[in-house]
């Protein structure tokens, strides 16, 4: 009998597919970091988040990277990571769905990485690809002796995604923004063909 231990998550649901890559399997799934039964999505995050891809990034950007800037022509990630996942782990996983016209991020999807043990069993440790100002990260539950882990996770995980960058759907998604008279504006975003463009609207279209 194999057994799977869950380390600080839980989820209820699997979303698209798997993948693996540098020692771990990747599994979208709806649920959250920690231990309370309640989903939070799309919490505001006033920081930069941990593990970012642009720490993953050996030598020049892939072009398809390269094309993404912000409004104020500042090379961003997210847009593309958006792309991507469902590309790796099937277009029906949550990001892939409608959305809430209340998050504050264009990603706020979570997964496990589930490492195999030398007595054939599996440790899950559950994360979250996010985004701060369209610069993707993941985060994973505070926990020190993890460490380590952690930094193998983000590894595999941006190696993962960077090994096909052309491979991605198209996608129109949006986020509410904090602009500088920290007013709520919603950012439309449309990536369609290799092109990505972004416009502020007054109010979200849901």
Not at 30 to 45: A, C, K, N
Not at 47 to 75: H, K, T, W
Request: one cysteine or more.
């Amino acid at each position: 009998m194999v057994s799977i231990v869950i380390k600080h998550g839980w989820f209820h649901q699997i979303l698209g597919k798997s993948a693996q890559n540098g020692g771990f399997v990747f599994i979208a799934l709806l649920g959250d970091l920690g231990s309370e039964l309640e989903i939070i999505s799309y919490r505001r995050v006033g920081e930069d988040p941990m593990f970012p891809l642009s720490d993953y990034i050996e030598g020049q950007p892939p072009s398809i990277l390269q094309r993404c800037e912000d409004l104020f022509g500042e090379s961003v990630n997210a847009v593309w990571v958006r792309a991507r996942i469902p590309a790796v782990f099937g277009s029906n996983i949550l990001i892939g769905l409608s959305v809430p016209d209340y998050k504050y991020g264009l990603i706020e999807q979570m997964f496990i990485a589930c490492e195999l043990g030398s007595n054939g069993d599996w440790t899950a440790y559950p994360f979250i690809c996010e985004d701060y100002n369209l610069r993707a990260g993941l985060r994973f539950y505070p926990d020190a002796s993890l460490t380590e882990i952690y930094e193998r996770i983000a590894k595999a995980f941006w190696e993962l995604l960077l090994l096909e960058p052309k491979s991605v759907c198209a996608f129109r998604d949006g986020y509410l923004h904090y602009n500088d008279m920290d007013d709520e504006e919603w950012h439309n975003v449309v990536f369609k063909h290799g092109i990505f463009s972004i416009e502020i609207i007054d109010s979200p279209l849901f």
